[in-house]
């Protein structure tokens, strides 16, 4: 089992750019949520993905989009890159009918704005 | 709206002694809790959980009990190792929400 997979693993990207995250998640998870953490703190929610639709929202901006294929595989589109964008991206799958709460998550995607 | 803390790091023990990271959360209802640890270069592991009130969670020689009447959520283990150098984060989620509520994590570093 590969577990949770993101690509790529670090990615350097200039202000005002875009840029595409993508996580593939566990064998047999349906639900892909995505996570950023900035250097020295805890995850914080951006959104999660169930059949092919954004169920719930942190408190992002709109540049912060993203997208789930019918192999539950997701996407995460950040527009207009900021210096404060920088951070790793962590993706979380989950099963929703084995309760969602418990997530394995991938080892991120390192995220650099210069 | 709901939070966690948890204590500042980082914590620097010695091999085989005892550990205890603080964990507080607020929240408006009954949520589940977690600790997750992420190991230098990796992504975050579930290290235990609890569901409700009195739970006690544990795994590897990591414990944590969930206390209602403190809001606390303490971690601990009885005797560490070298390879337990690593960061932990406690975490609070609702069933029927979706979003994991994590704190700011604590680094441990365990000496030789």
């Known amino acids: 089992d590969a577990g949770v997979t993101q690509s790529p693993t670090h990615l350097i990207k200039t202000r005002g750019q875009q840029v595409t995250l993508r996580c593939s998640p566990k064998s047999g998870h349906d639900t892909v949520s995505w996570y950023q953490q900035a250097l020295g703190q805890g995850p914080q929610f951006i959104f999660q993905y169930y059949e092919e639709e954004e169920r719930q929202r942190g408190n992002f901006p709109d540049r912060f989009s993203g997208h789930q294929f019918p192999n539950y595989s997701s996407e995460l589109n950040v527009n207009a890159l900021l210096l404060g964008d920088s951070a790793l991206y962590l993706c979380?799958?989950?099963?929703?009918?084995?309760?969602?709460?418990?997530?394995?998550f991938g080892q991120g995607t390192r995220l650099t704005v210069v | 709206g709901d939070s966690v803390t948890q204590m500042e790091g980082p914590v620097t023990l010695s091999e085989e002694a005892f550990l205890t990271i603080n964990c507080t959360y607020t929240?408006?209802?009954?949520?589940?809790l977690f600790w997750y640890v992420q190991y230098p270069g990796e992504g975050l592991q579930l290290l235990l959980k609890a569901t409700k009130a009195d739970d006690k969670g544990s795994n590897k020689g990591f414990e944590a009990t969930y206390r209602k009447e403190t809001t606390s959520f303490h971690l601990e283990k009885g005797s560490v190792q070298v390879s337990d150098s690593a960061v932990y984060f406690c975490a609070l989620a609702y069933t029927g929400r979706r979003a994991l509520t994590f704190g700011s994590g604590t680094r441990l570093q365990v000496q030789p």
């Open positions: 979380a799958s989950s099963l929703r009918d084995r309760g969602w709460t418990e997530a394995f």
């Open positions: 929240a408006t209802g009954y949520p589940s």
